[in-house]
T-cell receptor
Framework: KAGVTQTPRYLIKTRGQQVTLSCSPI?????VSWYQQTPGQGLQFLFE???????NKGNFPGRFSGRQFSNSRSEMNVSTLELGDSALYLC???????????????FGPGTRLTVL | SQKIEQNSEALNIQEGKTATLTCNYT??????LQWYRQDPGRGPVFLLL?????KEKRKERLKVTFDTTLKQSLFHITASQPADSATYLC??????????FGKGTKLSVKP
């Protein structure tokens, strides 16, 4: 089976812009979670989608949003970018049948976002 | 708030020795803990999961323990090799259904 794929791998934006990141989960996985990873804060949970519904949400401002499509592919959007949004954004899929990001996660390679 | 801490930011050991990484959690009693490995520029890769009713779990040269009294998990790599050099993350399922991760321990195994 192909692994989790994320596009683009690298992105440079300026403050105030918005960005959309894409994630394709492992075939058959219906749960997709997004994480932000920075050297200072580590790996932090953003949100989880299961069957096109947001099931869980972390403590991030409303500028961070996401959605999931009927084929389980997911997108994450960040509006009005700030310098502090520079990070590695990781997507992970899970084979859970009931939702919940606490099950074993299969991570993609991430998108490195730099905000100038 | 629910918190998980990995005691060392970095750990340097000699090839052939056993590496022991520590993960402590507070303000919560998780049903299980997970350990992941992350190489530079890549996403974390799942290694092991241990449940609260399991004292120990093994997979090849890896061993994980879970002490609910001490609120601690230990991760051991025996006969360590330079290829084991990576950042190791522990995480648990929080009360809201999301994974809470520690900041990781960067392991360097010197030949």
């Amino acid at each position: 089976k192909a692994g989790v794929t994320q596009t683009p791998r690298y992105l440079i934006k300026t403050r105030g812009q918005q960005v959309t990141l894409s994630c394709s989960p492992i075939s058959g996985h219906r749960s997709v979670s997004w994480y932000q990873q920075t050297p200072g804060q580590g790996l932090q949970f953003l949100f989880e989608y299961f069957s096109e519904t947001q099931r869980n949400k972390g403590n991030f401002p409303g500028r961070f949003s996401g959605r999931q499509f009927s084929n389980s592919r997911s997108e994450m959007n960040v509006s009005t970018l700030e310098l502090g949004d520079s990070a590695l954004y990781l997507c992970a899929s899970s084979s859970t049948t009931s939702g919940g990001a606490a099950d074993t996660q299969y991570f993609g390679p991430g998108t490195r976002l730099t905000v100038l | 708030s629910q918190k998980i801490e990995q005691n060392s930011e970095a750990l340097n050991i000699q090839e052939g020795k056993t590496a022991t990484l520590t993960c402590n959690y507070t303000n919560y009693s998780p049903a299980y803990l997970q350990w992941y490995r992350q190489d530079p520029g890549r996403g974390p890769v799942f290694l092991l999961l241990i449940r609260e009713n399991e004292k120990e779990k093994r997979k090849e040269r890896l061993k994980v323990t879970f002490d609910t009294t001490l609120k601690q998990s230990l991760f051991h790599i025996t006969a360590s090799q330079p290829a084991d050099s990576a950042t190791y993350l522990c995480g648990y399922g929080g009360s809201q259904g999301n994974l809470i991760f520690g900041k990781g321990t960067k392991l360097s195994v010197k030949p």
